[in-house]
């Protein structure tokens, strides 16, 4: 459900992906919205390698970052859940 791709990583490498569970959660509670955007976040840290950047390196992070909310965006609307998607909306954008 998650995929990115950092530019730092290399062009022949294909896009990693997460699959973010959430059959435990009930989205029609704001705590049930609240667990999945965070395990959205996570998963986008992840699969963009957020850990993996020296921050001193100001296009790998920028490049990072891009991925990180390119991801978020795309596993959000892909849930397709009003309270997620309004949720998302009034956060500030990470990445």
Do not use: W
């Amino acid at each position: 459900m998650l995929a990115g791709m950092s530019q730092v990583a290399r062009a022949a490498e294909p896009a990693r992906s997460v699959t973010v569970a959430y059959a435990d959660l009930n989205l029609t509670s704001a705590a049930g919205t609240d667990a999945l955007y965070a395990r959205i976040v996570s998963a986008a840290r992840a699969v963009c390698g957020a850990g993996e950047v020296d921050i001193r390196n100001l296009q790998a992070f920028a490049a990072e970052q891009a991925c990180e909310s390119s991801a978020i965006t795309q596993a959000v609307q892909a849930v397709h859940n009003p309270a997620l998607a309004a949720l998302y909306a009034k956060r500030p954008p990470q990445g």
